[in-house]
């Protein structure tokens, strides 16, 4: 079996090398092609999104290839094309695989898999920790205590801010990372809504998702009915105060509506991991918006999420492998 292994700085051609001698066997030997990823931020590479690299270098790495195993690797129908007859399997270390042309994959003859919810805990994690940082504003009490203030007077009712315990949770989107946020919520005791069409719990509407939860976060995929899902109207359909996070797609969210509920004061604090653009420009409001708390799309970023990522690549390419037989 001739396979390419096409890792990144992140989901390392070490690590899906030991994991494919782990699980398919010692005797595997790839080929690796290195691409820049998180050196260099991702893009767009002609049709696909999120993708690292280029085209000609990955169309001359997977000749004679088989079974291809990457994160970031730019899969167009140019590339499907020119493997065409040769490459069979592809398996993309990430949860959906926005940088592979799925329609030129099955025109090729090639079988695409993905490794759904490898970066659940982190993701999940990440998000327990935005919202506890958006409530009680912990970077800005941070800054201030670095800067020399002991500020008593925010120990004032009218300045303080709230707990998970006992308040209403609304999560819109319940896959793998929604699933464990809300775990994790109901051991801080809090209410937990699901707003999800295909949940497997009890679904409610987005009205009443809105109109019901203090803290408001979301897990939902970019599509294009989920694109800009929440707005100015469903802002203001939140309690005065109430708490939003994003940890998925920065798609999900108008950003200029956002930033108008937190300078009014409706919207109490917010926390982002993800943006419509990124990096984030230096135009950007949110950079001077009050009670808000950004990262820069580092949710899902642990080792444990890249060897996971790297042994359920190896797992489906094992699979596959003896399919054949």
Known sequence: MRVLVAGDHFVTNDLLTAALRDRVGPHVDPRTLLLPWPLTPYGRVAEVDEASGD??????????????????????????????????????????????????????????????????????????????????????????????????????????????AGSTVGLVGYGAIGRRVGRILAAFDAEVLV???????????????????????????????????????????????????????????????????????????????VFDAEPLPADSRLRTAPRVVLTPHLAGATRQTAQRAATQAADAVAAFRDSWR
């Open 55 to 164: 085209e000609a270098e990955l169309i001359a790495a997977l000749s004679g290839v088989e079974v291809a195993v990457t994160q970031m690797a730019p899969f167009t129908a140019r590339v499907f094309a020119a493997a065409a007859g040769t490459l069979r399997l592809l398996v993309v270390c990430r949860g959906g695989p926005v940088n592979v042309n799925l329609e030129a994959a099955e025109a090729a003859g090639v079988t695409v898999r993905t490794t759904p919810g490898r970066n659940a805990v982190a993701a999940a994690e990440h998000t327990i920790a935005l919202m506890l940082a958006a409530l009680r504003q912990i970077p800005e009490r941070d800054a201030g205590v670095r800067a020399g203030a002991w500020r008593s007077d925010l120990y004032a009712l009218d300045q303080v801010g709230g707990e998970l």
């Open 195 to 273: 707003h999800d069409p295909w949940a497997d719990v009890a679904s409610v509407e987005l009205t009443e998702l809105l109109d019901r939860s203090t803290v408001v976060s979301l897990h939902a995929r970019l599509t294009a009915e989920t694109a800009r899902m929440i707005g100015a109207r469903e802002l203001a359909r939140l309690p005065a105060g109430a708490v939003l996070v994003n940890t998925a797609r920065g798609g999900l969210l108008d950003y200029a509506a956002v930033v108008d509920a937190l300078e009014s004061g409706h919207l109490g604090a917010a926390a982002f991991d």
